[in-house]
T-cell receptor, first 109, second 114 residues
Framework: GEDVEQSLFLSVREGDSSVINCTYT??????LYWYKQEPGAGLQLLTY?????DMKQDQRLTVLLNKKDKHLSLRIADTQTGDSAIYFC?????????FGAGTTVTVRA | DVKVTQSSRYLVKRTGEKVFLECVQD?????MFWYRQDPGLGLRLIYF???????EKGDIPEGYSVSREKKERFSLILESASTNQTSMYLC?????????????FGPGTRLTVT
C-alpha cells in the first residue's frame, strides 16, 4: 500500500500563512486529499487535487503537487484560530485511502 | 448531506469483554471502512466492506472482526477486548465516482479497555 509521511506539529501565528507538507510513495494515486479533524470530531474533506494537476486554489487554501518528488503541500492563507486542528493528507489506491500520521496545527494569537 | 453515525461517542469496557461498535450511513454508499486512530500513527485501516456480506482485511485486522448484513450498517466486533485496543475508532463510507473515493467519516468512538 501507499506510505504517506507528514510532520507531526506546526505552530503558526494568527494571520500568518501555514504550510503543511506531505510525501507519498505511490505515484499511481489518482486523487490526493487533505482532511481536517477538529477536536472531538471525525475527519472532514478539506480539499483534494487530481493527480494530473500541479496546483489547486480554493479560497484561503492552496494545494501544490510535485509529482516528480512525490510531494504534496497545503497552504492556508491568513490562518485563523478556527484553523487549529489535525490535518491529514491521504492518497487513494483503488477505493482505499492511505493516511499520513496527521499534522497538529496550533494557531497562537 | 451525507451522514455517518456511530453508536457511542465514549465506551469503557473490561478486558475480555466482547465489544460491538456500530456504524450507520444514510447515503446508500457501497463501501464502508473501520479505522483506528492513535497519536503519531494516524489512521490505520482495520477492515473494509465493498458490498453487503463482503469484507476484506485492512492493515491491522488481528483481534477484530466485522459484520455487514445490511448496506447501511457496518459493525466492528472486538471478540475479547484487550488494553492495547484502547483507541479512537472511526467509521467511514464512500461510493465510486464523485471526487474519486472521497470518504465520509463518523464522529468516532473513543474506547477505553481497563
Amino acid at each position: 500500500g501507499e506510505d504517506v509521511e507528514q510532520s507531526l506539529f506546526l505552530s503558526v501565528r494568527e494571520g500568518d500563512s501555514s504550510v503543511i507538507n506531505c510525501t507519498y510513495t505511490d505515484s499511481s494515486s489518482t486523487y490526493l486529499y487533505w482532511y481536517k479533524q477538529e477536536p472531538g470530531a471525525g475527519l472532514q474533506l478539506l480539499t483534494y487535487i487530481f493527480s494530473n494537476m500541479d496546483m489547486k486554489q480554493d479560497q484561503r487554501l492552496t494545494v501544490l503537487l510535485n509529482k516528480k518528488d512525490k510531494h504534496l503541500s497545503l497552504r492556508i492563507a491568513d490562518t485563523q484560530t478556527g484553523d487549529s486542528a489535525i490535518y491529514f493528507c491521504a492518497g487513494s489506491n483503488d477505493y482505499k485511502l492511505s493516511f499520513g500520521a496527521g499534522t497538529t496545527v496550533t494557531v497562537r494569537a | 448531506d451525507v451522514k455517518v453515525t456511530q453508536s457511542s461517542r465514549y465506551l469503557v469496557k473490561r478486558t475480555g469483554e466482547k465489544v460491538f461498535l456500530e456504524c450507520v450511513q444514510d447515503m446508500d454508499h457501497e463501501n464502508m471502512f473501520w479505522y483506528r486512530q492513535d497519536p503519531g500513527l494516524g489512521l490505520r485501516l482495520i477492515y473494509f466492506s465493498y458490498d453487503v456480506k463482503m469484507k476484506e482485511k485492512g492493515d491491522i485486522p488481528e483481534g477484530y472482526s466485522v459484520s455487514r448484513e445490511k448496506k447501511e450498517r457496518f459493525s466492528l466486533i472486538l471478540e475479547s477486548a484487550s488494553t492495547n485496543q484502547t483507541s479512537m475508532y472511526l467509521c467511514a463510507s464512500s461510493r465510486p465516482g464523485g471526487v474519486g473515493y472521497e470518504q465520509y467519516f463518523g464522529p468516532g468512538t473513543r474506547l477505553t479497555v481497563t
